[in-house]
C-alpha cells in the first residue's frame, strides 16, 4: 500500500469510497471487543486497508484548523474527523449537541462541510488539509510502527507547529479564497445552544441542584408556617393604636377536638368612584343605621371597624377595607362579603379573579338607590341588590337590617359563631 493510503484522512476517504466504514475498537487489538460508542472507542481498524493496524483515535490528521476568536488552530484527530463524517446528515444544532454530549471536537459549518465534501471525492482540495509531504510520512510510521507511535505523535505536533502556517499558504497558493470569504471566515463563530453552554463540553448532571432547591423549599416554608401562628395570634391583618381594648372575635367554627383563636371577619368595599359606599360613610350604614352621601373628595382612613350585635353570632366585630393589596394568604378565610358595583376590574387583584366564582365562596352585595338600574353584570352574579332609598332616610335602618341578616345567616351556615353576650 502507497505511503499515503496510510495516512488517517486517506483511509477514512478510501474506506467512503469502498463503503467498507471502519470500525470502533475499545483497544489496539484488532479482534478485541467492537464499539459503537465513539467516546468509549480508542481506535480504528479499516476492512477497505487489512494491512493497516488499528489506528488510535488520538492519531492528528492533516486537517488544520485557523485560529479565530472563538476557535483553537491547530490540526485535529481522527476522532473528531471520523465523527463528523458519522454526523454528516445531522443539523447544526445537533450536530453540536452530540459533540457535546461525546466530548469531541465540533468544527464549524465551513471546515465540517469541506471536510465531508473531500471524504466524499467530491472535491479534491481543501483550504483546511495540507499536503502529504512530511505529515504522511510521520503517519505511516505510525502506523506500520505501533510501537514508535507516541514518537511519531510527538513528531507530528513539533514539525506540525514549525510549517503548519508555511503549508497552509502553499495550499491557498494552490486555491486562491476570494478576499470577501476571508472575511467572513474570520469572524465566523462556533454556534452553541443551551447544552453547550450550561454544560460546556462534557455533560454535568444537575440533579442534586433541584433536590437541594427542594429541600431548602421545604425547610423556608415549614420556618414561614412556624412563625405565621404567633403573629396571628397577635391579631388580624390590621391594626392602629386606636384600636386596643377588648373585643370579642368571630371565625369559622373549629373541628370537633380543635381550639382556635377566632378572628374578626373581613368585609370587602367597591373603591369604584360611582360605589354608594366608601370607607368614610360605610360605618354609618352598617353600624348606625343611616346613609349618609359620601363626599365628593373624601380623605377616609383605609380601614374601618363595624361593631355588630347579632342575635344569631352575638356581638362580632367586622373589618372593613376597600383593598386587598395588604392581604396576606390566610386572610381570604376571613373575607365574608364583597360589595361591588358590577366592575370586574376590582376583583383583578381578588384571590378569585372569576366573579363567579367568588360569589360563590363570599356573599355579594351590590347597593344601589331605589328606580335606579342594576347593572346586568350584577343580574349575571350571585349578588344581591340592596336598594337604599334617596330621599326617606327613616328606611334605612331597616334595609341595613335586612342586608345583616341576609349576611349572618349565610356565615351561620359556613360555621361562623360569635362568642359573648350582645353589646346593650
Not at 286 to 296: D, I, Q, S
Not at 315 to 339: G, I
Request: aromatic letters at 8%; charged letters at 25%; proline letters at 6%.
Amino acid at each position: 500500500m502507497a505511503d499515503n493510503m496510510a495516512d488517517p484522512l486517506r483511509l477514512l476517504r478510501h474506506a467512503v469510497a469502498e463503503h467498507a466504514m471502519p470500525t470502533m475498537l475499545t483497544s489496539a487489538d484488532p479482534s478485541g471487543p467492537v464499539t459503537d460508542d465513539i467516546s468509549t472507542a480508542t481506535h480504528l481498524i479499516f476492512p477497505a486497508d487489512a494491512s493497516v493496524a488499528p489506528l488510535s483515535l488520538s492519531t492528528p490528521t492533516r486537517f488544520v484548523r485557523k485560529a479565530g476568536p472563538n476557535t483553537a488552530g491547530g490540526a485535529i484527530d481522527l476522532r473528531a474527523a471520523y465523527f463528523c463524517w458519522l454526523c454528516r446528515d445531522e443539523n447544526v444544532a445537533q450536530y453540536i449537541a452530540l459533540c457535546g454530549e461525546k466530548d469531541v471536537v465540533n468544527l464549524t459549518f465551513l471546515e465540517r462541510a469541506s471536510l465531508v465534501t473531500w471524504l466524499e471525492g467530491a472535491d479534491e482540495q481543501s483550504d483546511y488539509i495540507v499536503s502529504d509531504t512530511g505529515t504522511a510520512a510521520a503517519t505511516a510510521q505510525a502506523v506500520s510502527e505501533p510501537k514508535a507511535a507516541a514518537a511519531a505523535a510527538t513528531t507530528l505536533k513539533t514539525a506540525g507547529a514549525e510549517g503548519v502556517e508555511a503549508k497552509v499558504a502553499a495550499a491557498r497558493v494552490k486555491r486562491p479564497v476570494d478576499p470577501r470569504l476571508e472575511r467572513t471566515y474570520a469572524i465566523e463563530r462556533v454556534l452553541v445552544n443551551r447544552n453547550t453552554v450550561l454544560r460546556g463540553i462534557k455533560q454535568t448532571d444537575f440533579s442534586y441542584v433541584r433536590k437541594e432547591a427542594t429541600e431548602s423549599f421545604i425547610r423556608s416554608h415549614n420556618r414561614s408556617a412556624s412563625g405565621a401562628q404567633p403573629a396571628r395570634q397577635r391579631g388580624g391583618p390590621y391594626h392602629t393604636s386606636s384600636q386596643r381594648g377588648p373585643s370579642t372575635v368571630a371565625g369559622p367554627a373549629p373541628s370537633s377536638g380543635q381550639s382556635t383563636k377566632r378572628r374578626d371577619p373581613i368585609i370587602l368595599l367597591s373603591p369604584s368612584a360611582s360605589s354608594l359606599l366608601t370607607m368614610s360613610n360605610v360605618k354609618d350604614f352598617l353600624e348606625r343605621g343611616t346613609y349618609v352621601a359620601a363626599p365628593p373628595s373624601s380623605s377616609a382612613v383605609n380601614i374601618q371597624m363595624i361593631n355588630r350585635n347579632s342575635n344569631r353570632l352575638g356581638q362580632v366585630r367586622f373589618v372593613v377595607v376597600d383593598s386587598c393589596e395588604r392581604f396576606k394568604p390566610d386572610y381570604w378565610d376571613r373575607v365574608v362579603a364583597v360589595f361591588t358595583t358590577g366592575q370586574a376590574w376590582q376583583f383583578k387583584l381578588y384571590k378569585w379573579h372569576n366573579p363567579h366564582e367568588l360569589f360563590q365562596r363570599v356573599k355579594g352585595f351590590c347597593v344601589t338607590f331605589s328606580g335606579d338600574p342594576v347593572p346586568e353584570s350584577v343580574r349575571a352574579w350571585n349578588v344581591d341588590v340592596v336598594q337604599v332609598d334617596k330621599v326617606h332616610r327613616f328606611r334605612d335602618r331597616e334595609t341595613v337590617e335586612g342586608l345583616w341578616d341576609v349576611l349572618e345567616k349565610w356565615m351561620e351556615a359556613r360555621g361562623w359563631s360569635g362568642k359573648g353576650k350582645p353589646v346593650s
